[in-house]
Nanobody, 124 residues
Framework: QVQLVESGGGSVQSGGSLKLSCAFS????????MTWFRQGPGKEREGVAS???????NYTDSVKGRFTISRDNAKNTLYLQMNSLKPDNTAMYYC??????????????????WGQGTQVTVSS
């Protein structure tokens, strides 16, 4: 069965960096695109960054230039490098997978599989 397991969350001061990882199994990496989402306190789940099967990426505007999504298909692992973190980046971060249909998507309702999340807390 499909499994996604996030790690790498933690507490950091404003301006700091964290690198999240998501180990996935149960599907072949060339058939699914992968996305990072986040959900802050009292907020809706938001798509942060997505990467397709050949490495093309898409980011929500608020993280462009600060966050980088990548994947290592040989290790079945998705990453999110987060730099210049801000307090409003505090959230539970989730990785998700969707069947590759030729387009990237940051919509939660278009993703099929989800991890359990890893908490990121940024203090001022």
């Amino acid at each position: 069965q499909v499994q996604l397991v996030e790690s790498g969350g933690g507490s950091v001061q404003s301006g700091g960096s964290l690198k999240l990882s998501c180990a996935f199994s149960g599907f072949t990496s060339d058939t699914y695109c992968m996305t990072w989402f986040r959900q802050g306190p009292g907020k809706e789940r938001e798509g942060v960054a997505s990467i397709d099967t050949d490495g093309s990426t898409n980011y929500t505007d608020s993280v462009k230039g600060r966050f980088t999504i990548s994947r290592d298909n040989a290790k079945n692992t998705l990453y999110l490098q987060m730099n210049s973190l801000k307090p409003d980046n505090t959230a539970m971060y989730y990785c998700a997978a969707r069947w590759w249909d030729g387009r990237l998507s940051l919509r939660a309702d278009e993703h099929n599989y989800w991890g359990q999340g890893t908490q990121v807390t940024v203090s001022s």
